[in-house]
């Protein structure tokens, strides 16, 4: 008889909830949806800025390319141009050399041509014999013929430093040419490299404006959470009232009077399938949670995933680092929520109420995760993470 009185209240509960709850339900679907556009916008922003920063990444190190191309560039113009200072310190040291041995023979011809022929016959007939006479006759010709080659021997000299210089100033006139070129390069870089920096700095507005937009939206989800639990603990307040129950003292009313069901086929209703449990663990992957607030049942992607218990889904969608993601509320049992993370497909919609042991999605990998698997999730009290508890002390093994 008292179990008869105890399922016709829990009736009248469930009514009263329904009544207490379901605008709240409606409202936070709605605000789900607004937020998931929100979120949505905001990842585009995000994957355009992370291409416009990579850009502009590319920019700068093309900048950085050109200039050390324009250094090196720089250096061998400067080299260049001390090699063509040498040679010019040479051309003039040779220039004074044949300026000076001109000098030498111009004081020759003309202390001969003011002394006329005598000296040569003076020079000549003051030998001692006739073969001391052709000696000096052969020193004479030997002088004015070496004078002449070492002029021709300096001019040669010079004409080649000349040229060499020559073909360093052309060296160094391509040089700068390529340098000029370079500059130019450089500074259509630097305006394409400032341009995108720009649109980076741009889309990191956008997404800071986009972010509080998203912000806002959890916010209103969050305050309208707090009314949908409000209102079950009032009716579960009301219930136990009735029932004689001190549990209207508890903050957040939940029932555990019967386990929830396993939400895989039970050929996985095992501890070895089980790769991560609840609590403190090292983490995964970058991204995860190093307090794990579920249990991860490793299965292949495509297993079917079963509701725990009966309720309404909350949440049918995409969430973040859980991938496609699914939550129920159990409001016959009060503030007490199921999830299931990293779907790789999704069978209810939000608004939809489910049954115990039905269908309602396909495992996968989606989201934060290191394999195929199912991560679920008990919340007892509400549906904010901070309300997780260990699945394992529901559904038993």
């Not at 663990?281 to 991860?296: E, F, L, M, V, W």
């Amino acid at each position: 008889m008292r179990k008869k009185f105890i399922s016709l209240l829990t009736l009248i509960i469930f009514v009263a909830t329904m009544v207490g709850t379901s605008v709240y339900a409606d409202e936070r679907s709605e605000l789900v949806e607004k937020k998931n556009e929100a979120q949505n916008e905001l990842n585009e922003i995000k994957s355009e800025k992370s291409s416009a920063q990579q850009a502009a990444e590319e920019a700068t190190a093309a900048v950085e390319s050109v200039q050390t191309e324009i250094d090196k560039l720089t250096t061998e113009i400067n080299e260049l141009n001390d090699s063509i200072s040498q040679k010019e310190k040479e051309i003039e040291e040779k220039e004074k050399e044949l300026q000076d041995r001109i000098n030498q023979l111009k004081k020759r011809l003309i202390a001969m041509y003011v002394e006329g022929e005598t000296s040569y016959l003076d020079f000549l007939l003051g030998s001692s014999s006739y073969i001391d006479m052709l000696a000096n006759y052969d020193a004479l010709q030997q002088i004015t013929e070496a004078d002449g080659k070492l002029i021709d021997k300096v001019t040669s000299e010079k004409e080649e430093i000349e040229n060499a210089k020559k073909e360093l100033e052309e060296k160094k006139e391509k040089v700068s040419q390529a340098k000029t070129e370079q500059e130019a390069k450089q500074k259509e870089l630097k305006t394409a490299q400032a341009e995108k920096e720009s649109l980076v700095a741009s889309l990191t507005e956008e997404e800071k404006k986009q972010q509080a937009v998203v912000d806002n939206f959890n916010a209103q989800i969050r305050a309208v959470d707090a009314q949908i639990q409000a209102a079950a603990k009032a009716a579960a307040a009301a219930a136990a009232k009735k029932s004689g129950s001190s549990s209207s003292s508890s903050s957040s009313w939940v029932d555990t009077s019967t386990s929830l069901a396993w939400p895989l086929p039970s050929r996985y209703r095992s501890y070895s399938y089980i790769t991560s449990y609840f609590g403190k663990r090292k983490q995964p992957t970058a991204g995860a949670s190093t307090n794990h607030g579920a249990i991860d049942i490793g299965i292949s992607s495509g297993t079917p995933v079963y509701a725990a218990e009966s309720g309404r889904v909350i949440i049918a969608q995409w969430y973040g680092g859980y991938g496609k993601f699914i939550m129920i509320w159990h409001y016959n049992r009060g503030a007490l929520y199921t999830a299931y993370g990293h779907l790789s497909s999704i069978q209810v919609s939000t608004g939809q109420e489910v049954s115990r042991g039905q269908q309602i999605a396909l495992s996968g990998n989606t989201g934060v995760s290191t394999g195929p698997h199912l991560h679920f999730e008990v919340r007892a009290g509400g549906s904010a993470s901070w309300n997780r508890v260990d699945p394992l002390s529901y559904v038993g093994l």
